[in-house]
T-cell receptor
Framework: DAGITQSPRHKVTETGTPVTLRCHQT?????MYWYRQDPGHGLRLIHY???????DKGEVSDGYSVSRSKTEDFLLTLESATSSQTSVYFC????????????FGPGTRLLVL | QQQVKQSPQSLIVQKGGISIINCAYE??????FPWYQQFPGKGPALLIA?????SEKKEGRFTISFNKSAKQFSLHIMDSQPGDSATYFC??????????FGKGTRLSVIA
């Protein structure tokens, strides 16, 4: 998984509770991404980061926030989880500087009851 | 403008046959077209990628065909094997923009 870990790998939570997912990389890559994967929708970009403290929204950013205080960690927060946020969440990284390939982590399966 | 349309949604192929998955894009600025393979419970992994300066790229049994004028590209899997059963995603981007993914094709190769 190209030096990417995600934690937790599985989580069950209740509607209205805050949830934070962590992506950690050991590659010192510049770009980091959060995607969600749902049946029939493929991979949809939530937020991404192009450097420490530099982030931008993706196509499905409502209800999510992110933070990147150091190169190796990219956090995804659901401030108040809803059932529609039940999904599998993938983190991805990319070197930048001409390296186009995005490498994906193993995913976090989140169930919001 | 950012969409990548992938077809079919699912595909069943006999062992030894050819699997073909198609993608179409709208944004003419796209200049990088990868295919990802995903097994159940795993993250997507890069399979093969192409840039628009070539019309075809082959790696083992996997070939990308690219038609710039039609804004289409396809993945061909020759001599398909049961171990190729997975979900395949096409994607595209330009420069440092995030990849835009198709919705995926679930391939089943049956003996």
């Amino acid at each position: 998984d190209a030096g990417i870990t995600q934690s937790p790998r599985h989580k069950v939570t209740e509607t209205g509770t805050p949830v934070t997912l962590r992506c950690h990389q050991t590659e010192n890559h510049r770009y980091m991404y959060w995607y969600r994967q749902d049946p029939g929708h493929g991979l949809r970009l939530i937020h991404y980061s192009y450097g420490v403290k530099d982030t931008d929204k993706g196509e499905v950013s409502d209800g999510y926030s992110v933070s990147r205080s150091k190169t190796e960690d990219f956090l995804l927060t659901l401030e108040s989880a809803t059932s529609s946020q039940t999904s599998v969440y993938f983190c991805a990284i990319r070197p930048g500087q001409g390296g186009e390939t995005q490498y994906f982590g193993p995913g976090t399966r989140l169930l919001v009851l | 403008q950012q969409q990548v349309k992938q077809s079919p949604q699912s595909l069943i192929v006999q062992k030894g046959g050819i699997s073909i998955i198609n993608c179409a894009y709208e944004n003419t600025a796209f200049d990088y077209f990868p295919w990802y393979q995903q097994f159940p419970g795993k993250g997507p992994a890069l399979l093969i990628a192409i840039r628009p300066d070539v019309s075809e790229k082959k790696e083992g049994r996997f070939t990308i065909s690219f038609n710039k004028s039609a804004k289409q590209f396809s993945l061909h899997i020759m001599d398909s094997q049961p171990g190729d059963s997975a979900t395949y995603f096409c994607a595209a981007n330009s420069g440092n923009t995030p990849l835009v993914f198709g919705k995926g094709t679930r391939l089943s190769v049956i003996a």
